[in-house]
């Protein structure tokens, strides 16, 4: 088994400037970053701003389709920062939240060429789905991703390790071994991190030790490495 490729998100480094993260990520020993987007001026900002050394590996965390007071943004300005995120960021695939996408925001989505790179063998962005957390009811079945990837067969998927154990506790424990057999052909990454009792929050795996996320992580893992 070849070891995983490990990335910082962040959404952690945002508690440190940006032109510092280099050098967190190189004192660090890990791999690279994966730049999460949020729909507010600095953060996109910051994002379309920064540029990390040649050789880190960079995924992307697209935009929530939802403003903070609940409403959808327009779908051609919500397209368009996904693209301009696309070239400028250039990961190695960008995954995004599946609410309130539509079926031909998806389409545009997966049809966009990827800058000439002799890096990247895909000729497309590679475009990841990833699994909700228990809150968003409407996304509590696993059919709903059965048919998002059944229509897209290009999309690819990225679990939430938290989000999904979070689930099973809702749903049955039957919901990993479910949700890893219909995505494990499709995977590409793994988000990790942790909750404190009674709470949703993403907190790390260090501070909150958690036997149920550590081996279906490790279950994951060993069907697919990502």
Known sequence: MSEPILLASNGWLFFNKIREHDQIIQDSGLSGVEYSARFSKNRLAEVLNHTFSNGVYRSLHLPHNITSSGSFFNPTDYFEICALLLYRINPEYAVLHPQNISS?????????????????????Y???????????????????????????PELRFVIDIQHAVRMSEKV?????????????????????????PDSNLHVMLHDYPNVQIEEFLQKCYKKKQA
């Not at 789905?129 to 229509?151: A, Q």
């Open 126 to 152: 590679v475009i990841a789905v990833e699994n909700l957390e228990p809150e968003i009811e409407e996304w509590n079945n696993l059919k709903k991703y059965e048919e998002l990837l059944t229509s897209h």
């Open 104 to 124: 031909s925001i998806w389409e545009r989505l997966l049809s966009i060429p990827r800058l000439e790179d002799r890096t990247f063998s895909n000729k497309n």
């Open 172 to 196: 049955g424990s039957s919901y990993l071994d479910d949700l890893l057999a219909l995505t494990k052909e499709r995977i590409v990454g793994y988000h990790v991190s942790s909750f404190p």
